[in-house]
Nanobody, 123 residues
Framework: QVQLVESGGDLVQAGGSLELSCAAS????????MAWYRQAPGKERELVAG???????NYADSVKGRFTISRDNAKNTVHLQMNSLEPEDTAVYYC?????????????????WGQGTQVTVSS
């Protein structure tokens, strides 16, 4: 029904940069919040950055000043520009979207996740 497809994960040296992208497709009425989460081995999934449909953003303290989240509402995409990467940023990064769908004339919100993309930062 709705798919989130991520791209951009890679192996990079500490201090380097990567940009992750996520595209939402399907019978989408509109999208509320979009976000990036990450999960490192042995750790819980954590919020990295989020952005509302109006463009308000929030970031985890550990990435403030280094990561920037942005979105294109017309294309249903969200991006995460990651600079000054550190080995501690190594994780699987997941795209999240809170999507409004119209079903039988009623609009409701539903949560979707991407399949994840691996980011590895070497020291």
């Amino acid at each position: 029904q709705v798919q989130l497809v991520e791209s951009g994960g890679d192996l990079v040296q500490a201090g380097g940069s990567l940009e992750l992208s996520c595209a939402a497709s399907g019978s989408i009425f509109s999208i509320n919040t979009m976000a990036w989460y990450r999960q490192a081995p042995g750790k819980e999934r954590e919020l990295v950055a989020g952005i509302t449909s109006g463009g308000s953003t929030n970031y985890a303290d550990s990435v403030k000043g280094r990561f920037t989240i942005s979105r294109d509402n017309a294309k249903n995409t969200v991006h995460l520009q990651m600079n000054s990467l550190e080995p501690e940023d190594t994780a699987v990064y997941y795209c999240y979207a809170n999507v409004n769908l119209e079903r039988r004339g009623v609009v409701g919100s539903y949560q979707y996740w991407g399949q994840g993309t691996q980011v590895t930062v070497s020291s």
